[in-house]
């Protein structure tokens, strides 16, 4: 079965940091850019960042960059997001995502659970 | 940036037809993906490049693409559908391709 799992949510304080983790199994993950797409509480759907399948390239939304770090380990098929200097705005349920075929510039056709992270003192 | 608007909610009786609207300055041309998210769930694809749908979705779900509005229709509309719905495209217009999503739809069954 094609599965994304996230982990490493949780609490943190503002200025604080947290790192995600997506753990994919049944497919190739080393084939595939990956995405992670975060969803504030009521609000809707605002994809953070993306990878490519060799780490070579990295993209940001504007308003995580130079904070957020996307990374990952195709040896262990997992997916990384290190999260440095957060804000009550990064708030939200992060979620992994994969396109459908491996060119990147797709619809995503598997989606995590999510992951909630919430920044409050 | 590139803007996606979608009006906030769409209310339909069971069984009758509800159509959702995306709409982009000449959205036509780029390739459109809708998704559908329950609450407490992920987004789940309905509709990938303006009128595909993947294996599992049903026939009542289609959707086109012209101008400058998409348009996700669900015909016979169930209870079952009523949940958010978004639609995405990639926005090419910077330096990279970036992932743009509308604001969502709710669609209410009455």
């Known amino acids: 079965e094609v599965q994304l799992v996230e982990s490493g949510g949780g609490l943190v304080q503002p200025g604080g940091s947290l790192r995600l983790s997506c753990a994919a199994s049944?497919?190739?993950?080393?084939?595939?850019?990956m995405s992670w797409v975060r969803q504030a509480p009521g609000k809707g759907l605002e994809w953070v960042a993306n990878?490519?399948?060799?780490?070579?390239?990295?993209y940001y939304v504007d308003s995580v960059k130079g904070r957020f770090t996307i990374s990952r380990d195709n040896a262990k098929n997992s997916l990384y997001l290190q999260m440095n200097s957060l804000r009550a705005e990064d708030t939200a349920v992060y979620y992994c995502?994969?396109?459908?075929?491996?060119?990147?510039?797709?619809?995503?056709?598997?989606w995590g659970q999510g992951t909630m992270v919430t920044v409050s003192s | 940036s590139y803007v996606l608007t979608q009006p906030p909610s769409v209310s339909v009786a069971p069984g009758k037809t509800a159509r959702i609207t995306c709409g982009g300055n000449?959205?036509?041309?780029?390739?459109v993906h809708w998704y559908q998210q329950k609450p407490g769930q992920a987004p789940v694809l309905v509709i990938y490049?303006?009128?595909d749908r993947p294996s599992g979705i049903p026939e009542r779900f289609s959707g086109s693409n012209s101008g400058n509005t998409a348009t996700l229709t669900i015909s016979r509309v169930e209870a079952g559908d009523e949940a958010d719905y978004y639609c995405?495209?990639?926005?090419?217009?910077?330096?990279?391709?970036?992932?743009?999503f509308g604001g969502g739809t709710k669609l209410t069954v009455l």
């Open positions: 995502a994969r396109p459908r075929y491996s060119s990147g510039s797709d619809a995503f056709d598997i």
């Open positions: 049944g497919f190739t993950f080393s084939s595939y850019w």
């Open positions: 990878i490519k399948q060799d780490g070579s390239e990295k």
């Open positions: 000449n959205i036509g041309s780029k390739s």
């Open positions: 490049y303006d009128s």
């Open positions: 995405q495209v990639w926005d090419s217009s910077s330096d990279h391709p970036n992932v743009v």
